[in-house]
Nanobody, 122 residues
């Protein structure tokens, strides 16, 4: 089990920034690739970003590339999502998730957080 707890969501104006955090419990955090997904009302959950187990090469959805940055701290057992130049279409519940290897689809992830709401006003 890898319990995950997200924080850092909130209400922000368009063009603003937020930093999401996802804290993991246990000693196996560094064994998992970590991803961020989001789900807007009436839409399917979509991939946002992923970072491999040891950090390094990251990947992003085209819709957030150049605006969002994923990072991790394997000492603090935490993964982050820095979100800049936010747009109203970024409004969603954001979830962090853990997978045994780099993955881009939700069914490939074993553990999920409860989600944190991000709302971007125009």
């Amino acid at each position: 089990q890898v319990p995950l707890v997200e924080s850092g969501g909130g209400l922000v104006q368009a063009g603003g920034s937020l930093r999401l955090s996802c804290a993991a419990s246990g000693r196996t955090f560094s064994s998992y690739a970590m991803g961020w997904f989001r789900q807007a009302p009436g839409k399917e959950r979509e991939f946002v970003a992923i970072i491999p187990r040891s950090g390094g090469s990251t990947s992003y959805a085209d819709s957030v590339k150049g605006r969002f940055t994923i990072s991790r701290d394997n000492v603090k057992n935490t993964v982050y999502l820095q979100m800049d130049s936010l747009k109203p279409e970024d409004t969603a519940v954001y979830y962090c998730a853990a997978a045994p290897r780099t993955a881009y689809y939700a069914p490939q992830y074993d553990y999920w957080g409860q989600g944190t709401q991000v709302t971007v006003s125009s």
